[in-house]
């Protein structure tokens, strides 16, 4: 099994983002490695595994120590794979130079028997190895996993070889090994640029979080949900989204029991008498399930309608 952790990574955030009217990446997107290989393998015993990423930068390093699931790459280490880590900035060739020595030599140590009976599985793999590939065919079976905007590049492959290759597509089964993380304890924003609103004294339960999530996404915005330290408020920022069309949306009843804006919640916070209206102090919170459907978001057309043809800019 060889796995391209860089192409797993950034062709995963485009996906993930698909459904967002304001991003063409999604940053929110983690991968769950090992529902990743249990869906690749399909009950496959695997003989050998690879995995192929990038050094991780200190930021990132500091942050997926607090990731669950564990990080990619403890996962691949805890699930017996070899891993070669890459520098950024030649990370693609070199990937490539590593990936196709591997194959090719994994292959030349294989007898006749084990060929009979094995089964190349290969996830987000560059075009540029097709000749790779091409050679593994003439004495394996190939199942290769890629994204649907590269996927194309091998299915020629795929009619040549018949049921010697098949192409499988991540993008249709983006929610079996992968998930949104809308919690950020770690953002910090500006209150000169304030695209978020604040839900005030709300009850201390995850489940309350991923509630207030799943209402949010239906919205096909990019945003976060951030704790205020140790006050019992959220802040949900929308980076991608203006603060005048953020306005719009609250105005409209698009967010669930009236938030306040950020920056009233930054002036009250800072004793400021600059406010040109009195901050609403007062929301409590219900079941976010009470909410009937004509309450409900009503997709993009409508949304794209409020923010306007460009909301990200």
Same mark, same amino acid.
């Given at each position: 099994?060889?796995?391209? &952790?860089?192409?797993?990574?950034? &062709?995963?955030?485009?996906?993930?983002?698909?459904?967002?009217?304001?991003?063409?990446?999604?940053? +929110?997107?983690? %991968?769950?490695?090992?529902?990743?290989? /249990?869906?690749?393998?399909?009950?496959?015993?695997?003989?050998?595994?690879?995995?192929?990423?990038? $050094?991780?930068?200190?930021?990132?390093?500091?942050?997926?120590? +607090?990731?669950?699931?564990?990080?990619?790459?403890?996962?691949?280490?805890?699930?017996?794979?070899?891993?070669?880590?890459?520098?950024?900035?030649?990370?693609?060739?070199? %990937?490539?130079?590593?990936?196709?020595?591997?194959?090719?030599?994994?292959?030349?140590?294989?007898?006749?028997? $084990?060929? *009979?009976?094995?089964?190349?599985?290969?996830?987000?793999?560059? !075009?540029?190895?097709?000749?790779?590939? /091409?050679?593994?065919?003439?004495?394996?079976?190939? $199942?290769?996993?890629?994204?649907?905007?590269?996927?194309?590049?091998?299915?020629?492959?795929?009619?040549?070889?018949?049921?010697?290759? @098949?192409?499988?597509?991540?993008?249709?089964?983006?929610?079996?090994?992968?998930?949104? *993380?809308?919690?950020?304890?770690? +953002?910090? %924003?500006?209150? @000169?640029? !304030?695209?978020?609103?604040?839900?005030?004294?709300?009850?201390?339960?995850?489940?309350?979080?991923?509630?207030? /999530?799943? =209402?949010?996404?239906?919205?096909?915005?990019?945003? =976060?949900?951030?704790?205020?330290?140790?006050?019992?408020?959220?802040?949900?920022?929308?980076?991608?989204?203006?603060?005048?069309?953020?306005?719009?949306?609250? @105005?409209?009843?698009?967010?669930?029991?009236?938030?306040?804006? =950020?920056?009233?919640? =930054?002036?009250?916070?800072?004793? !400021?008498?600059?406010?040109?209206?009195?901050?609403?102090?007062?929301?409590?919170?219900?079941?976010?399930? *009470?909410? @009937? $459907? #004509?309450?409900?978001?009503? #997709?993009? &057309?409508?949304?794209?309608?409020?923010? #306007? !043809?460009?909301? &990200?800019?």
């Amino acid at each position: 099994m060889f796995i391209n &952790g860089s192409n797993l990574w950034r &062709g995963g955030k485009k996906a993930s983002a698909k459904t967002l009217v304001d991003a063409d990446i999604d940053p +929110r997107y983690r %991968i769950d490695f090992e529902k990743l290989v /249990a869906l690749t393998t399909k009950g496959h015993n695997r003989l050998g595994a690879y995995f192929y990423g990038l $050094e991780l930068l200190p930021r990132a390093r500091k942050r997926l120590r +607090r990731s669950r699931p564990p990080p990619v790459l403890t996962a691949a280490e805890k699930n017996g794979f070899k891993i070669q880590l890459f520098e950024h900035s030649k990370a693609s060739h070199d %990937i490539n130079v590593a990936m196709a020595t591997d194959i090719r030599n994994t292959i030349h140590g294989l007898n006749a028997p $084990e060929k *009979e009976n094995i089964v190349f599985i290969v996830v987000t793999i560059n !075009s540029d190895l097709c000749q790779q590939i /091409a050679t593994a065919l003439s004495n394996i079976p190939v $199942e290769l996993w890629s994204w649907e905007s590269t996927a194309h590049e091998f299915r020629q492959l795929a009619l040549l070889a018949s049921n010697r290759f @098949t192409v499988n597509t991540l993008d249709s089964h983006l929610d079996a090994f992968s998930y949104t *993380e809308y919690i950020h304890n770690d +953002r910090s %924003i500006d209150p @000169t640029h !304030s695209n978020a609103i604040v839900y005030r004294n709300v009850p201390e339960s995850e489940y309350f979080e991923s509630e207030l /999530a799943k =209402y949010l996404q239906q919205l096909n915005l990019l945003f =976060y949900i951030i704790p205020a330290g140790s006050q019992k408020d959220l802040i949900v920022e929308f980076p991608k989204t203006k603060f005048d069309a953020l306005q719009k949306l609250r @105005t409209l009843g698009k967010f669930p029991y009236q938030p306040c804006s =950020y920056l009233e919640y =930054y002036r009250y916070q800072h004793n !400021s008498k600059q406010s040109s209206e009195p901050i609403q102090l007062t929301n409590r919170f219900e079941a976010l399930g *009470e909410f @009937t $459907e #004509g309450d409900e978001p009503k #997709g993009k &057309g409508e949304l794209q309608t409020v923010l #306007g !043809s460009n909301p &990200g800019n």
